[in-house]
């Protein structure tokens, strides 16, 4: 009998099997760090206490492009239908987003991945 630590692997028959030690990496589905790759979505809800010009102001003056009446056009959107993706993109940047428009007072959703 052996007295190695590790007894050799042998089947039903008592055939020794044969192992690897070989690692098989697995391609990546996401970027470094898996869960911050893809595109994170900014959510903007509805709520009672900011007036439409406050959130479309506020959406024009945090998110790059969108133009004052693009805002109120997201604000209406908010309104009609109780939130809307306002913005949609890498982890970082929509965590950036998302802490200007709820310090300006907006009621925000938790991120969403894409």
Same mark, same amino acid.
């Given at each position: ?6 007894p050799?692997?042998t089947?039903?028959?008592g055939i020794?099997?044969a192992?690897?030690t ?11 760090g898996?869960?911050?790759?893809g595109?994170w979505r %900014?959510i =903007? ?6 007036t439409?010009d406050h959130v479309?102001?506020t959406l024009?003056? %945090?998110?790059?492009?969108t133009?004052l009446?693009?805002?109120? $056009?997201? $604000? ?5 239908t109780?939130q809307?993706i =306002?913005?949609s993109g ?8 998302w802490?200007?428009?709820?310090s300006?007072?907006?009621?925000m959703a938790?991120l969403?991945?894409?």
């Amino acid at each position: 009998m052996s007295s190695s630590a590790f007894p050799t692997p042998t089947n039903s028959q008592g055939i020794i099997c044969a192992v690897s030690t070989t690692t098989i990496e697995r391609p990546r589905q996401a970027g470094p760090g898996s869960g911050l790759g893809g595109d994170w979505r %900014v959510i =903007v809800r509805n709520d009672n206490h900011n007036t439409f010009d406050h959130v479309a102001r506020t959406l024009a003056s %945090v998110l790059p492009n969108t133009t004052l009446e693009q805002g109120h $056009a997201i $604000a209406e959107q908010i309104h009609n239908t109780g939130q809307a993706i =306002v913005w949609s993109g890498p982890r970082e940047t929509a965590e950036l987003y998302w802490q200007q428009l709820d310090s300006a007072g907006l009621t925000m959703a938790p991120l969403e991945r894409s």
